[in-house]
């Protein structure tokens, strides 16, 4: 398989604090990579890392060529300020097209609003397309964000607790929608959950984060594993 991202022998610290150790694991291409921990573990700061925004302080991160372009999508965590964004759906999808330019560019293109059309169908939201932002729930903010983070990255999707503040109901079909982009789409799936219990229902792989003896492995393997199996027994 097409690897898209290695970490060799990574370490991370935060104001002169290890964070994480050593730290080795691969993504590839169609890979649904699910990144657990306790809180503290280093998830946030592993997330800035494979997003360029924090430098490890050991190891390297590479990446293939096909992400040096803006082959990442990102749906971070709202804040409320956030979900009070006075824009239209459409514009908020169209604006995933930013990261992707080089340079100075005031003006959108017409393939960057073919691109937000495509996924805004994609995700079936035609018809809240010229609907404002705000006044969406929940559900169909995330929504909104999830084609957005589509529209800026094609090849892998990183995702950081997608589903936190959603409704049961909600929250499963948000995890069916992010298989179905991982499995028909054939688009990466990186996500970032507190929810371990859907990670193996959902994840390839899963990469459970401790400070100097993290896990990773298949979903299978990690089901068998002691992280995995001091999780489970302990539910």
Known sequence: M?????CENVSFSYENTG??????????DGDYLCIVGENGSGKSTLTKGLLGLKQPAAGKIIKNDSLK????????????????????VFEVVLSGRLGGKHGFCPFYTKRDK?????????????????RSYRDLSGGQQQRVLLARALCAGKKILLLDEPVTGLDPIVTEEMYSLIEQLNREEKITVIMVSHDISSAVKYAS????????????????DYLNSPDGQKFFVGK
Not at 208 to 215: A, Q
Request: a negative charge; one cysteine or more; hydrophobic letters at 35%.
């Open 2 to 6: 097409n690897e898209l991202i290695r």
């Open 19 to 28: 964070v994480l150790k050593n730290l080795s694991f691969s993504v590839c």
């Open 69 to 88: 372009s803006g082959g990442i999508g990102y749906l971070p965590q709202q804040t409320p300020a956030q979900k009070d964004f006075p824009a239209s």
């Open 114 to 130: 073919q691109d937000a059309h495509d996924n805004i169908k994609k995700l079936g939201l035609e018809e809240l397309m010229k």
């Open 205 to 220: 792989h899963i990469l459970h984060l401790n400070y100097d003896n993290s896990f990773f492995g298949t979903a299978n």
